[in-house]
């Protein structure tokens, strides 16, 4: 009996290690409508760029730090192939298009009330950036966010253009 | 009557459930803090400590984000 509890208390813990995406993974399908229910760019329009899939919402806190650094260094790296996809995960879309004029941005924005998206990548918190490469593979997870992130970020993307 | 009990309790267990990270917006509103200002909470920590000589168990700082 105890050997049965054992073993499927292993099975589960592994299920819970195993879920989410590592790096190393091809990065999960993203196609999701855009904000005002407009036609979103997925992940597979966007094959052959250097990709930061980043999940945010209007209550988080390092969202607001992350956003103008993501704008900036997609200003500066996007001519050379590097794209932002922001994934909204926001319950209210009123919610997001506040926090969006707030912050404005020129990258694409999908929508995910409903979370399938954070769900298939795992996530563990707000936010969590994924660098996928020209090929579709996650080379990079970022979690949370600081001022002194953008650098680092920077410099691993530009890495991953170089490539 | 233990079998009772043990569906009851499972019955109830049935009622919680994890919240996701992507879904703490409603935890993250203000009328969800423990506290309604975060700088007065610090300063109330601060003469806490100076105090009494001690810090901590006010639980953790940030938003509901799980991430600060």
């Not at chain 1, 990709?51 to 050379?80: K, T």
């Not at chain 1, 922001?86 to 404005?104: G, M, Q, T």
């Not at chain 2, 459930?17 to 203000?30: C, D, M, S, Y």
Request: glycine share 12%.
């Amino acid at each position: 009996m105890l050997q049965r509890l054992a073993f499927c208390l292993g099975l589960c813990l592994s299920l819970a290690a195993n879920a989410g995406v590592k790096v190393g993974d091809e990065a999960p399908a993203v196609a999701l409508p855009g904000i005002g229910g407009t036609v979103g760019i997925t992940l597979a329009d966007l094959r052959g760029k250097v990709v930061y899939v980043d999940f945010w919402a209007s209550w988080c806190g390092p969202c607001r730090v992350s956003f103008p650094q993501l704008e900036a260094i997609r200003r500066e790296l996007g001519p050379l192939g590097f794209e932002v996809l922001a994934i909204n995960v926001d319950e209210d879309e009123d919610d997001a298009s506040e926090f969006l004029s707030e912050v404005p941005v020129t990258y694409p924005i999908v929508r995910d009330a409903e979370g399938v998206t954070p769900q298939a990548y795992g996530i563990m918190g707000m936010p969590t950036g994924y660098l996928v490469d020209r090929s579709g593979v996650v080379r990079d997870i970022h979690q949370g966010y600081k001022k002194s992130d953008g650098e680092k970020l920077r410099e691993t993307i530009k890495e991953l253009l170089g490539e | 009557m233990k079998y009772l009990t043990g569906l009851a309790v499972a019955l109830l267990l049935c009622g919680c459930e994890t919240v996701q990270p992507w879904e703490r917006g409603t935890l993250a509103k203000e009328e969800m803090q423990w506290q309604s200002d975060v700088m007065e909470g610090r300063m109330r920590d601060q003469i806490h400590a100076s105090k009494e000589a001690s810090s901590g168990g006010t639980g953790a700082a940030g938003g509901g984000c799980g991430c600060n």
